[in-house]
């Protein structure tokens, strides 16, 4: 039975993986909807939205990207359970087939499912969460944001203030400028700040410059500040609504925003963790297929078809463990970008590989 060959018994186990990862990737996916729809019913009652626009919202929070992997991790090990269970493999390797000639269907399906998901990535979701974005920034009503130029404005009670830069990872805002005005639209104060910190309920300036103006509208006083604590304004929530974060914009246009921020003099690592934790996350739709497999054709003693999911799904949730781990090392600058992206992948290929080797 050549490996390059495309047998009866591959059509048949990828037939049977993708029935069943579309039947679970539906069923969950319509579980979170509603689980999500009755959490937010209240504020989407409360934001007066149209039907349309309220589904619109909704769909752009599904995270297809965590479920797409455990669907087809799931299918996997639904279809070799089975086999197993009919005793299917067992057949198969009375017949002198290696459980290595098993895994060419679940890693032609992981293929497909990884090429699905870069172009769920690259093309559905930024443009859905993006245009969800837009909504979420109509209903605020006091926040307006110039998308090309990644600017922020925000208007409150007497003030406007102005951010070039804002990184919602670290929760830092780059040359900021709040103008405060009285009852008659006057400018009373000016402060310009190189760079604030959101924490709590306070803002705290650093290399701020304080302008007052006097109640006459002639003198002007001006103040230096190393650090300056400023009451919050604005919640950190309004500032992450009003900019375009890392899951709304594919791979090619992620990377021309790094290097416009680049250009611009601001910091890119939270940003360029974010880029290659997008190239590297598609493989663990390859990975985690062939482990499934692996796991789930290895010979059984007292384990039944329950404890092999079981087991299954422990490893991908470690997966995402390791993963959010990682990516936080990366964003606080103990590991470098690349790393932290792909030591998850590292990881788990070797597991995988593992998993192989004792299967058979």
């Not at 944001?145 to 990184?167: K, M, T, Y």
């Not at 992450?240 to 090619?252: H, I, L, Q, W, Y």
Request: hydrophobic share 50%.
């Amino acid at each position: 039975m050549p490996w390059g060959l495309m047998t009866i018994i591959d059509r048949y186990i990828i037939r049977e993986v993708s029935r069943y990862f579309l039947w679970i990737l539906t069923t969950v996916t319509t579980v979170y909807i509603i689980a999500d729809f009755f959490d937010r019913i209240d504020n989407l009652i409360e934001a007066e939205l149209s039907v349309a626009n309220a589904i619109l919202l909704i769909l752009s929070r599904i995270p297809l990207e965590h479920l797409i992997p455990a669907s087809i991790l799931l299918a996997v090990l639904v279809v070799f359970g089975l086999m197993g269970k009919h005793n299917e493999l067992t057949a198969l390797k009375t017949g002198g087939v290696s459980i290595y000639r098993c895994i060419k269907a679940p890693l032609v399906v992981g293929i497909g499912t990884a090429l699905f998901l870069v172009l769920c990535a690259e093309l559905v979701l930024p443009i859905l969460r993006s245009t969800a974005s837009h909504y979420r920034l109509e209903t605020g009503k006091r926040i307006q944001v110039n998308q090309r130029e990644q600017d922020l404005w925000l208007r409150g009670d007497r003030l406007i203030a102005h951010i070039s830069h804002f990184d919602a990872t670290k929760a830092l805002a780059f040359d900021v400028s709040i103008n405060y005005f009285d009852a008659d639209f006057r400018l009373t104060r000016r402060i310009e700040a190189r760079r604030i910190r959101f924490k709590e309920s306070k803002w705290i300036a650093f290399n701020t410059l304080e302008q007052v103006l006097s109640p006459s509208g002639g003198d002007i006083t001006v103040l230096h500040h190393k650090r300056l604590t400023l009451p919050a304004y604005f919640q950190l929530d309004d500032l992450k609504r009003g900019v375009r974060t890392a899951s709304e914009m594919g791979v090619f246009e992620l990377a021309a925003y790094i290097r416009t921020v680049a250009a611009e003099g601001y910091d890119t690592l939270s940003l360029r963790v974010d880029w290659q934790a997008k190239v590297a996350f598609p493989l663990v739709c390859i990975l985690l297929p062939v482990m499934a497999a692996s796991i789930a054709g290895r010979p059984r003693r007292r384990q039944g078809m329950a404890g092999v999911v079981v087991v299954g799904l422990g490893l991908a949730f470690c997966f995402w463990v390791v993963q959010s781990f990682s990516l936080a090392l990366g964003y606080a600058a103990f590991l470098p970008p690349l790393l932290a992206a792909w030591i998850p992948i590292m990881i788990y290929a070797g597991t995988t590989a593992i998993c192989l080797i004792q299967a058979e």
